[in-house]
């Protein structure tokens, strides 16, 4: 069964294992390394291994099972797209108690996930800005979890109780359904939020220094766009690379909001790196429109400082949340001639929000008002959201 899942995941540095046990007191060592992200799948009939294992369960630890009695006898398919639910469920999986999220790596909470969901805090401007956009009498709870799936939002207002709004690429910002005003104000405690998270996102921090550290030896950069996932990576570099081998670069459109070159030049700073600003200016050529020339354009001139610079690897912040074309990239691939590294692929956005929290460095000033990205302020593909958020 393992060899025949590499057909779904042929590039992907993952290891494929079959547990030979019914129970875990059968095995003198547990076959998971848990440094590492780790998924198992087991059949409708192995209940008392999966009740043993449940206990591991987290943001690195995803189990499921599927419905056959065997594993061996399920459709391949089927297993797929159990692994595909389970990487969701690790990064959205959450519970709530007194107050906190915690970061359980199970859907605790009962909001409805897919492969395409991810999950983030909601900042005190962003929830006055939603509330006056979508016209509510009520306050939303600030801090409160926000699960994003496609441009619908399910913001959690008390147990048993979701927002549903629709945030459509163009068209109207709506309220899907019945709105169904909370019984009384949540009230979330961020700091302890974050401090309760702070074990969880230090193994995962762990995690993806470990990922990196067999090439602390070669020259490696990182596009440093100013947002929340080059931030995070950024973080996480610092821990593996001397100060020398490390270079940021910043490139500056000319349509960009001026917040990303101030927080890409704000963190340099703070971490003391190398960073080189590139200015394209490439608003003189015309407004960018769906071929995307000034992404190609803009990638092709920091492809070219990065091999000038003698870089022979790429850091990016690309996570499986943000699309299914980036979930079925592999962690590790070489493109245009440098190997490209992805140590946040199996994070949430909330995730990010607590590393950041941690590292005591702010987040680009964009997020807090409700940006879902902060690129380019004409881009064509802005949400009705973002560009209501402009004016």
């Known amino acids: 069964m393992p060899m025949v899942l590499r057909k779904y995941y042929k590039n992907e540095e993952i290891n494929l294992n079959t547990i030979k046990s019914k129970s875990l007191k059968d095995l003198d060592i547990l076959p998971?390394?848990?440094?590492?992200?780790?998924i198992v799948v087991l059949g409708s009939g192995d209940r008392e291994l999966y009740q043993e294992l449940s206990e591991f369960v987290s943001p690195l630890f995803g189990l499921n099972s599927v419905k056959s009695e065997q594993l061996r006898?399920?459709?391949v398919s089927t297993i797929f797209k159990t692994i595909e639910y389970s990487k969701s469920e690790m990064r959205n999986g959450v519970e709530f108690n007194e107050g906190v999220f915690i970061f359980s790596g199970k859907n605790r909470i009962n909001v409805p996930l897919s492969p395409d969901t991810d999950c983030y805090f909601l900042y005190p401007e962003h929830a006055k800005n939603l509330k006056k956009i979508l016209?509510?009498?009520?306050?939303?709870?600030?801090y409160t979890l926000i699960f994003r799936d496609n441009g619908e939002e399910f913001?959690?207002?008390?147990?048993?109780?979701f927002l549903r709004v629709e945030k459509p690429d163009e068209g109207e910002i709506v309220i899907i359904g019945k709105v169904n005003k909370p019984s009384k104000k949540l009230n979330i405690n961020f700091n302890k939020t974050v401090d309760q998270n702070r074990h969880i996102v230090e193994k995962m921090k762990k995690e993806a220094i470990c990922f990196l550290s067999p090439f602390k030896d070669k020259k490696a950069v990182i596009p440093l766009s100013g947002g929340k996932d080059s931030q995070a990576v950024l973080d996480i570099a610092v821990n593996v690379w001397d100060r020398e081998k490390l270079l940021c670069i910043h490139?500056?459109?000319g349509f960009d909001f001026k917040e990303n070159r101030n927080h890409a030049e704000y963190l340099s700073k703070e971490y003391g790196v190398n960073l080189e600003v590139l200015e394209l200016n490439l608003n003189k050529k015309g407004e960018p429109d769906f071929s995307r020339w000034c992404t190609f354009e803009k990638t092709e001139k920091m492809y070219e400082i990065a091999k000038k610079w003698g870089a022979e690897i790429y850091l990016m912040g690309?996570?499986?949340?943000?699309?299914?074309?980036?979930?079925?990239?592999?962690?590790?691939?070489?493109?245009?001639?440098?190997l490209h590294l992805f140590?946040?692929?199996?994070?949430?956005t909330a995730h990010i929000q607590v590393l950041i929290e941690l590292s005591g460095r702010s987040i680009n000033p964009l997020y807090k008002k409700g940006y879902w990205r902060t690129g380019c302020k004409s881009c064509p593909f802005l949400t009705q959201w973002e560009k209501i958020l402009q004016f």
Request: net charge positive; no cysteine; charged share 45%.
């Open 251 to 253: 490139a500056d459109t």
């Open 73 to 75: 006898t399920e459709k």
């Open 318 to 338: 690309d996570r499986d949340a943000e699309s299914s074309k980036r979930r079925r990239k592999p962690r590790k691939r070489e493109l245009q001639g440098i």
């Open 32 to 38: 998971f390394d848990f440094s590492k992200f780790n």
């Open 343 to 348: 140590p946040i692929k199996f994070w949430s």
């Open 135 to 142: 016209n509510l009498d009520f306050d939303l709870p600030e």
């Open 155 to 161: 913001i959690y207002l008390e147990k048993n109780n």
